[in-house]
């Protein structure tokens, strides 16, 4: 059994997580089976920071063409497949392709959607060209803008896709809602990192850093969004140091830890860390420990494993805190959060964020049900074992398909 896996987002510890997650689960049910996990001038630093250790792992990141990205969107675009035979790397991929049994598309986040990555849809193309199996696991998607003939064109391509793959599973309700109208065949999951629990050693020097009674903080700067990227980033730094100074004033004996999730962007837009200084400095106290980026998401769920809770404005931050069985309090920013707590019942731990930056009264609303939220948050046992069952049963109808 050989399979390959594309589409792989890198530079993001809960991207890192869900990918361990399915790899170590695929090897531990399929032990005879070889994965090659594949990209195209991706960065090698963020692939190796990625990377199980595993001989039967292979991770290819090969060499664009000079004129490989050309043959991508216009492309598909215009339905001009013909011209693919003229790109080297194409050629070379579908070589790769044909050397494996099955393709396994990425767990992820929304890259049919509202953000319409034409690169995703390429990846996935070729496969079906070649009437390879493909399983789309662990993803959200939707909705599909149709305002002019790209928004028209990618919903398209999408829904044929979609139509093809062998097997579908959808991590959150908002999802499986659209799935349901478009009478796709799916599975009902949650994130695929839920079948993981990792636990490695801390090194002596974070410990004493961090000490042992503190609370993780994971803020999202949100401006790379395209649903925030009208607001200013002073706007949203403002409000994430109101939501700190209310912890530190809550929890006077705790430090905050703050995890950065994404990393080797290149820019303050995208990498955590500096968005993360900028708030510690905001508030000007020792109490705030900003964590190195390059910390692995195995290592991020072991320092949140001994928290004393999360509050979280990324996804996977919440992920990890119900994974690991710890109090939270999420700030929703887009509906894969908002689907995760609808299917484990835990709506009362999340504030939404869609118009909390649209004036001071919304802001002021948000921060005060923040500041109730946190004197009544407990762990929720119960939750963290429904979403591990529930991505158990869905990983299950996965590995009988590989069998077949």
């Known amino acids: 059994m050989n399979i390959l896996i594309i589409n792989q987002p890198l530079n993001n510890r809960g991207d890192e997580s869900a990918h361990k997650a399915l790899v170590r689960s695929l090897l531990d049910r399929i032990p005879q089976a070889k994965m090659t996990v594949l990209w195209v001038g991706a960065s090698q630093d963020s ?24 043959f991508i969107t216009p492309v598909m675009k215009r339905d001009w497949y013909f011209l693919w035979h003229f790109s080297a790397t194409i050629s070379k991929l579908k070589k790769i392709y044909r050397q494996h049994d099955f393709v396994i598309c990425a767990p992820g986040g929304i890259c049919m959607g509202g953000f319409q990555n034409w690169s995703h849809l390429f990846y996935l193309k070729i496969a079906q060209s070649l009437k390879l199996p493909i399983a789309y696991v662990g993803r959200s998607f939707g909705p599909f803008p149709e305002q002019n003939f790209n928004n028209k064109k990618f919903k398209q391509i999408s829904l044929s896709l979609l139509n093809y793959f062998s097997y579908i599973s959808f991590r959150d309700m908002k999802s499986v809602a659209l799935a349901n109208k478009l009478q796709l065949r799916f599975y009902n999951t949650v994130d695929t990192a839920f079948l993981d629990n990792p636990k490695i050693d801390i090194d002596q020097y974070t410990k004493n850093i961090i000490g042992d009674d503190y609370i993780v903080y994971v803020p999202n700067l949100l401006i790379w969004h395209f649903a925030y990227s009208k607001y200013k980033k002073e706007q949203i730094l403002d409000f994430f140091v109101a939501v700190a100074k209310i912890m530190l004033g809550r929890f006077p004996e705790k430090k905050i830890v703050m995890l950065p999730q994404t990393f080797n962007f290149g820019n303050y837009e995208n990498d955590d860390i500096h968005f993360f200084h900028d708030i510690a400095n905001c508030c000007n106290t020792d109490r705030i ?3 190195p980026d390059r910390f692995s998401s195995d290592y991020q769920q072991t320092i949140i494993r001994s928290s004393c809770g999360v509050v979280g404005a990324r996804y996977h931050s919440v992920v990890f805190a119900i994974n690991n069985n710890i109090p939270f309090v999420a700030f929703n920013y887009e509906h894969k959060i908002e689907g995760l707590l609808q299917t484990l019942n835990l709506q009362d731990y999340m504030i939404n964020l869609g118009e909390v930056f649209d004036n001071s009264e919304y802001t002021k609303a948000a921060l005060a049900l923040f500041s109730e939220k946190i004197q009544i948050w407990k762990k929720k046992k119960k939750a963290t074992i429904e979403a591990k069952s529930i991505a158990e049963d869905a990983f299950k109808e996965l590995i009988t398909l590989l069998k077949k």
Do not use: T
């Open 289 to 291: 420990v900003v964590v």
């Open 47 to 70: 692939i190796d920071q990625f990377s199980i250790e595993d001989n039967r792992v292979c991770y290819l990141n090969l060499s664009p063409d000079r004129y490989f990205n050309k």
